[in-house]
T-cell receptor, first 110, second 119 residues
Framework: QKEVEQDPGPLSVPEGAIVSLNCTYS??????FMWYRQYSRKGPELLMY????GNKEDGRFTAQVDKSSKYISLFIRDSQPSDSATYLC??????????FGTGTRLTVIP | GAVVSQHPSWVICKSGTSVKIECRSL??????MFWYRQFPKQSLMLMAT?????????EQGVEKDKFLINHASLTLSTLTVTSAHPEDSSFYIC???????????????FGPGTRLTVL
């Protein structure tokens, strides 16, 4: 079983839609839950992160973690064409080791 | 945010040759740098963790004699793919972790990646 499972998509939505991106994980040792955004042929950039269970909001983005069900979500409100990218969830252990999901490729259609 | 550069951004080489990829942290010092490999439509897979001044730690299944890593300074790590073959063609991405503990998460800052094509 992989450490992190993520639906690879691709996912296409119209501009303005609400996007829901999800991951599941198996390792209870994960403490921080990162979301990275990767544009084509570029390195990942950190979008936001949460610690333990709960929600965190940053502008149009909301990250949600449910440790009881080992479920991670990223919501994008009022999606824009510039949001088109691959989104990777990446839980982090206490030893600062990142485990990446496969990434979900998102396309926002104008 | 902190900036990490990689050079070259794209390299094409013949089978059997060796290729060196550089990873630099431009505006911060990094005691730890990471090397990842990403195949098309797949996730980033950690290859090795490199600490300045010491030998790299390789993940299971990664040949240390094939992927030579040198981390000679706090701002530079190099990955050399020795005797490259077509199956080594991939997107290689480095990341660097700041020594200053700028975030409690020990955030890694990623380079833009190097696309290697072995003919």
């Amino acid at each position: 079983q992989k450490e992190v499972e993520q639906d690879p998509g691709p996912l296409s939505v119209p501009e303005g839609a609400i996007v829901s991106l999800n991951c599941t994980y198996s390792n209870s040792a994960f403490q921080y839950f990162m979301w990275y955004r990767q544009y084509s042929r570029k390195g990942p950039e950190l979008l936001m992160y949460t610690y333990s269970s709960g929600n965190k909001e940053d502008g149009r983005f909301t990250a949600q973690v449910d440790k009881s069900s080992k479920y991670i979500s990223l919501f994008i409100r009022d999606s824009q064409p510039s949001d088109s990218a691959t989104y990777l969830c990446a839980p982090l252990t206490g030893a600062n080791n990142l485990f990446f999901g496969t990434g979900t490729r998102l396309t926002v259609i104008p | 945010g902190a900036v990490v550069s990689q050079h070259p951004s794209w390299v094409i080489c013949k089978s059997g040759t060796s290729v060196k990829i550089e990873c630099r942290s431009l505006d911060f010092q990094a005691t730890t740098m990471f090397w990842y490999r990403q195949f098309p439509k797949q996730s980033l897979m950690l290859m090795a963790t490199s600490n300045e001044g010491s030998k790299a730690t390789y993940e299971q299944g990664v040949e240390k004699d094939k992927f030579l890593i040198n981390h000679a300074s706090l701002t530079l790590s190099t990955l050399t793919v020795t005797s490259a073959h077509p199956e080594d063609s991939s997107f290689y991405i480095c990341s660097a972790r700041s020594t200053s503990g700028r975030t409690r998460t020990g955030e890694q800052f990623f380079g833009p990646g190097t696309r290697l094509t072995v003919l």
